[in-house]
């Protein structure tokens, strides 16, 4: 009886410590905005939705155009594809992404090494 309960309470101890590995994101889902003095309204942008894995990304709310896709999360990589072109972000953190690859697309091309920091207000 004893040998039968120390096998349930170590299953239960294994189970626990299992349970504990998250499979959470390091990304939030959600606008980040570039650093820097930009004029209000002309803030590039990249919003993501984790519940599908899609993003914009655009210079700006007052511009119409913005870059539309998916995404995939690679380690402390974001990448970013669209149909004509793929933008890689390095993850600093759940709120910080930096551009490294701005994926030579013909109409957005924003600034390799820009800083995109999330935020819950508009700009």
Same mark, same amino acid.
């Given at each position: @009886?004893?040998?039968?309960?120390?096998?349930?309470?170590?299953?239960?101890?294994?189970?626990?410590?299992?349970?504990?590995?998250?499979?959470?994101?390091?990304?939030?889902?959600?606008? *980040? *905005? $570039?650093?820097?003095?930009?004029?209000?309204?002309?803030?590039?942008?990249?919003?993501?939705?984790?519940? !599908?894995?899609?993003?914009? @990304?655009? $210079?700006?709310?007052?511009?119409?155009?913005?870059?539309?896709?998916?995404?995939?999360?690679?380690?402390?990589?974001?990448?970013?594809?669209?149909?004509? $072109?793929?933008?890689?972000? !390095?993850?600093?953190?759940?709120?910080?992404?930096?551009?490294? !690859?701005?994926?030579?697309?013909?109409?957005?091309?924003? $600034?390799?090494?820009?800083?995109?920091? *999330?935020?819950?207000?508009?700009?």
């Amino acid at each position: @009886m004893k040998r039968i309960l120390c096998c349930l309470i170590c299953l239960v101890i294994l189970f626990l410590f299992v349970g504990c590995n998250s499979n959470t994101t390091p990304v939030l889902s959600g606008v *980040y *905005y $570039a650093e820097g003095d930009y004029k209000e309204g002309l803030t590039p942008y990249v919003s993501l939705s984790l519940d !599908d894995n899609t993003f914009s @990304m655009g $210079a700006g709310s007052l511009f119409s155009f913005a870059v539309n896709g998916s995404f995939v999360i690679e380690k402390d990589t974001l990448v970013a594809t669209t149909q004509s $072109a793929t933008f890689v972000f !390095d993850i600093t953190d759940s709120n910080t992404l930096v551009l490294v !690859d701005n994926g030579d697309n013909e109409f957005f091309q924003p $600034a390799e090494n820009s800083e995109f920091v *999330y935020s819950e207000n508009l700009k």
